[in-house]
């Protein structure tokens, strides 16, 4: 594999896009299957600048901030039927009066990129479950710096970039390059192999993405499937943290049987433990006793 080139993936979206959360389970899938030789880079799209001026005609979203809510989350719910991840419906309020846009929840994942690339991945991630499947406020500062003291980013640094105007400016720069993209809805991915480039529009099927990638570097990437077993999947979760059931399925190739299954061996023997998320859940690897993480400088039960 020396000298292989790396297939780029620009990843169109938006922190609150529902679309995106269903997502998940297909580039987690990709991350796991090629390793380094795909590299997916998220570009802040801005779904919502002010949703006093929004109005979804399909979904019939848009308009009073209120009372947006209400529609939001019947079309969050209906898709979370169909891309299978967890959506939290009581207590959902992502627009008020004070919060009418997603702007913030842009600017605060490119305000995580500059304070540390290695975590804003994980912000990101904490970003989409606080909004879809905890139903917290994430347009109020308080609650995305408070996700950012979850993840264990420097909060000096993270409310620095959000107050000196340099995530801002940074997020303006994936506007633009949205915009010369031509990704108009969300999500949208760019695949780009050498001078071979493919924009996928609307959610893709982990079958079209892999086919995709197979085209435009002609069989020069490997997939290596990863093992269906119970050390695996643990791997899995001590790496990219909890996840939904329909992520395990996807990234394993399992039956949701046998992954019940599995996961009922694993909750027995203490190692992993169900935590409930709106109309679903999600599966965390448990910690015994209390455990000090250095990175985020706590101990926890």
Not at 103 to 132: F, G, V
Request: one cysteine or more.
């Amino acid at each position: 594999m020396e000298n292989q080139e790396t297939l780029e993936i620009l990843a169109f979206t938006d922190p609150v896009c529902t679309w995106c959360w269903g997502s998940e389970p297909v580039m987690r899938k990709l991350q796991v299957g090629y390793g380094d030789q795909v590299q997916i880079r998220p570009v802040m799209g801005g779904l919502v600048e002010d949703i006093r001026a929004f109005y979804d005609r399909a979904n019939a979203i848009g308009g009073d901030p209120e009372g947006s809510n209400a529609q939001i989350v019947a079309h969050w719910l209906e898709a979370s039927q169909r891309h299978g991840m967890p959506v939290q419906a009581d207590g959902f309020r992502l627009f008020t009066a004070e919060t009418v846009s997603t702007y913030p929840q842009n600017i605060a994942a490119k305000a995580a990129e500059l304070t540390d690339p290695a975590l804003a991945p994980h912000y990101l991630r904490r970003l989409r479950e606080a909004s879809a499947a905890e139903a917290r406020e994430t347009g109020r500062r308080e609650v995305l710096i408070e996700l950012a003291s979850e993840v264990g980013l420097d909060l000096a640094a993270f409310i620095g970039h959000l107050t000196d105007g340099s995530a801002e400016r940074a997020f303006r720069a994936d506007l633009e390059t949205t915009r010369q993209s031509r990704a108009h809805g969300f999500p949208t991915f760019g695949l780009r192999f050498g001078e071979r480039a493919v924009l996928l529009r609307g959610y893709q099927t982990f079958e079209a993405m892999q086919a995709v990638i197979g085209t435009l570097s002609e069989g020069a990437l490997q997939w290596q499937a990863p093992i269906p077993d119970a050390e695996s999947l643990l791997d899995f979760l001590r790496t990219f943290g909890r996840s939904a059931p329909v992520e395990l399925t996807t990234v394993f190739d399992l039956k949701p049987a046998d992954l019940e299954q599995m996961l009922a061996t694993l909750e027995t023997a203490g190692t992993v433990r169900r935590v409930a998320a709106g109309n679903g859940c999600f599966w965390e690897v448990t910690a015994s006793g209390a455990v000090c993480d250095p990175a985020v400088g706590l101990c926890a039960l």
